[in-house]
T-cell receptor
Framework: QQKVQQSPESLSVPEGGMASFNCTSSDRNFQYFWWYRQHSGEGPKALMSIFSDGDKKEGRFTAHLNKASLHVSLHIRDSQPSDSALYFC?????????????FGSGTRLLVSP | GALVYQYPRRTICKSGTSMRMECQAVGFQATSVAWYRQSPQKTFELIALSTVNSAIKYEQNFTQEKFPISHPNLSFSSMTVLNAYLEDRGLYLCGARLQGNSDYTFGSGTRLLVI
C-alpha cells in the first residue's frame, strides 16, 4: 500500500476557478510535507512546503496540514491555464544519511480557458 | 539559483544492454542525491539515496548490482542501468539536496526507452 495517498487522479477546472488536491499519509515518521508541480517534459519542481499545522499561503496557493490526521491539501485559487500540470504531494522523513521523500500518485490538473 | 542538470535527456537502448546517466548539481553542494524512476503511469519509485561519505542505500526491489551509483563529490552523481529490459523504461530523476534542507531539487530526468 502506498504510504502517501493522493486524490483526485485528475481534475478539470475553468479558468478563474478553485483547484483542490488532497493527500493522506499512513506513516507518522513523516515530518515534512511538500507540494511539487511537474510540467510535461520536465522534472518535478517544489511548489511549497508545509511543516506546521494549519494553513500556509503563498500568492494564489494555500496549503493546509493536519498532523493529527496526517492530511495535507493544496488549493489554487483563480486557476490559470498555465497551472495545468501534474501535482504531487510529497512527505519526507529523516533517515540515516539524509531525508527520504515519498511521493503521492499525482493529480493531473487541466485549467480550461 | 540551485539547478540540477541530467544527461542525457533521452536515450534508447537495446534490451540487455546498459546505459549510464549523469546528474550535475549547479549552484549548491549536493550533500545527498536521490535517484527515482517515474513510471509511464507517472508514479515515483525511489531507487536509492546516496550521501557523500556514506554508504548508498538502495530501496527494496532495487540493487547495486542492477543500478550501480557513483557519487564522488558534492556536485556530481551517475547511475547505470545494467542489462536494461522493458520493465526498466521510464523517466529517471535525480534529486539533489543541500545539507540542512529536507527537500530535493530535481533535474529534468533521463528518459529511458528499451527496444
Amino acid at each position: 500500500q502506498q504510504k502517501v495517498q493522493q486524490s483526485p487522479e485528475s481534475l478539470s477546472v475553468p479558468e478563474g476557478g478553485m483547484a483542490s488536491f488532497n493527500c493522506t499519509s499512513s506513516d507518522r515518521n513523516f515530518q515534512y510535507f511538500w507540494w511539487y508541480r511537474q510540467h510535461s517534459g520536465e522534472g518535478p519542481k517544489a511548489l511549497m512546503s508545509i511543516f506546521s499545522d494549519g494553513d500556509k499561503k503563498e500568492g494564489r496557493f494555500t496549503a493546509h496540514l493536519n498532523k493529527a490526521s496526517l492530511h495535507v491539501s493544496l488549493h489554487i485559487r483563480d486557476s490559470q491555464p498555465s497551472d495545468s500540470a501534474l501535482y504531487f504531494c510529497a512527505a519526507s522523513e529523516h533517515v540515516t544519511g539524509g531525508y527520504k521523500v515519498v511521493f503521492g500518485s499525482g493529480t493531473r490538473l487541466l485549467v480550461s480557458p | 539559483g540551485a539547478l540540477v542538470y541530467q544527461y542525457p535527456r533521452r536515450t534508447i537502448c537495446k534490451s540487455g544492454t546498459s546505459m549510464r546517466m549523469e546528474c550535475q548539481a549547479v549552484g549548491f553542494q549536493a550533500t545527498s542525491v536521490a535517484w527515482y524512476r517515474q513510471s509511464p503511469q507517472k508514479t515515483f519509485e525511489l531507487i536509492a539515496l546516496s550521501t557523500v561519505n556514506s554508504a548508498i542505500k538502495y530501496e527494496q526491489n532495487f540493487t547495486q548490482e542492477k543500478f550501480p551509483i557513483s557519487h564522488p563529490n558534492l556536485s556530481f552523481s551517475s547511475m547505470t542501468v545494467l542489462n536494461a529490459y522493458l520493465e526498466d523504461r521510464g523517466l529517471y530523476l535525480c534529486g539533489a539536496r543541500l545539507q540542512g534542507n529536507s527537500d530535493y531539487t530535481f533535474g529534468s530526468g533521463t528518459r529511458l526507452l528499451v527496444i
